[in-house]
């Protein structure tokens, strides 16, 4: 009796502290730890490394990555990365496996990772946008084949090492991914927050720093330039993921490919020209940014004599406007613009002028010599307009180089 009495203290014993006995709050701390190493694997070597190849990982960090996804996510490195791939080249669309924009925020944010395994089942996806992937011995046999296995194992080594609290962890770890990518990136990050560049989609950055889920709360960044390793954009936003990057950079662990370009000035020049209309080309996104932010001094600049003319909900909704990428804007938004632009002909100006400085590097069949003089030709309509914004935006714009 006493041995059978022994044997069930022994057990519950072991339920209630496993292996390591660890407090409440070294539980906590370990359950941090290995969720953002998931969190760093899935945006390290699954998102920059995999679908975007924004860098190259040396053979150490990138099969340990494979094997802590296998353990904590029972993901597929092929299924992941080609339905990233099709997400960019459907962004929003009917055809993107987990837009919020045609789907509802609710269906992604609450159920992202069953959008995930419905795109995976789908051949298509996978022959089109899987290329490239990894497709060794140890992927056809073990982390494809037998996908399910290492989170069962993480459960038993949990249960192990943790005892009963072992199974909270787990279903942390379980959770982890599918709330914050499938959840709050792919949902949130589609729906609500800032953005930095008025690129094709709805991407927005949720939040300035990129901690928590490894630099991936800068989605409109990242969306802007979709093979950039690096994610942070402006001075006070922060990517911890590049941080690590960097750093295996630097022990020659990894090696950066591509980062976002910044643009160059040469302070003073008199006339765009070749280099000028090249930088500009290349930077649009930061060009387009910039012209925003004129548009915002045009308007201010107007909206006291607008009070006069027109009513508060009015002037709201049309300041909006005023900041939305012309070829969003839906024939509503268009006539509403018209109203506006009886009342003032220089928010018309910054309006359509806006327009033609966008269709220049949408213009491929002309020849460079033609998108140089229309270059110069804006410049010089633009600082002939009387538009101290509109101006001030042409002399920065003159001098990229």
């Not at 494979?66 to 904590?72: I, P, Q, V």
């Not at 962004?91 to 269906?107: A, F, L, M």
């Not at 008025?198 to 991936?216: M, S």
């Not at 900041?323 to 009342?343: C, D, I, T, V, Y």
Request: aromatic share 12%; with cysteine.
């Amino acid at each position: 009796m006493n041995l059978f009495s022994n044997i069930v203290n022994a057990v519950l014993e072991f339920l209630s502290t496993g292996l390591v006995g660890l407090t409440g709050w070294q539980v906590v701390i370990y359950t941090l730890i290995v969720t953002h190493i998931t969190i760093a694997a899935v945006t390290i070597y699954l998102h920059r490394h995999q679908a975007h190849r924004a860098l190259e990982l040396h053979a150490i960090p990138s099969h340990f990555f494979r094997f802590w996804l296998w353990l904590t996510t029972g993901q597929v490195t092929k299924e992941w990365a080609a339905i990233h791939r099709k997400h960019h080249a459907k962004c929003d669309t009917e055809e993107d496996p987990h837009s919020p924009v045609t789907r509802g925020i609710k269906k992604v944010f609450f159920e992202g990772a069953e959008l995930y395994r419905a795109e995976s089942k789908n051949l298509e996806t996978m022959q089109k946008y899987g290329h490239g992937t990894p497709d060794d011995w140890i992927e056809r046999n073990l982390y494809t084949k037998y996908s399910w296995m290492g989170v069962v194992l993480q459960l038993v080594i949990n249960v192990a090492l943790f005892g009963v609290i072992g199974l909270t962890i787990w279903a942390i770890q379980m959770m982890w991914i599918p709330i914050t990518a499938a959840g709050i990136i792919n949902g949130i990050g589609h729906y609500w927050g800032y953005r930095n560049y008025d690129c094709a989609d709805a991407a927005t950055n949720i939040i300035p720093f990129g901690i928590l889920i490894g630099g991936e709360e800068l989605h409109n960044n990242h969306h802007t330039y979709a093979t950039s390793a690096k994610l942070s954009s402006k001075w006070y936003e922060f990517d911890i993921g590049w941080g690590y990057i960097r750093a295996l950079e630097i022990v020659g662990m990894a090696k950066v490919k591509k980062v976002a370009p910044k643009p160059a000035f040469e302070h003073g020049k008199l006339v765009a020209d070749f280099d000028t209309l090249q930088s500009v080309i290349a930077n649009r996104y930061d060009v387009m940014a910039k012209y925003a932010k004129s548009v915002k001094h045009a308007w201010r600049e107007e909206v006291e004599h607008l009070k006069h003319k027109a009513e508060p909900r009015f002037l709201k909704s049309s300041r909006k406007l005023m900041q939305r990428e012309p070829g969003k804007l839906e024939a509503p938004h268009k006539q509403q613009l018209s109203e506006l632009f009886q009342h003032s002909k220089a928010l018309e100006t910054m309006h359509n002028m806006r327009v033609e400085l966008g269709a220049i590097w949408e213009r491929s069949h002309f020849t460079r010599d033609q998108l140089l003089h229309q270059l110069q030709d804006w410049c010089a309509r633009a600082e002939a307009s009387g538009i101290k914004s509109l101006q001030d935006f042409s002399l920065r714009l003159r001098s990229y180089a």
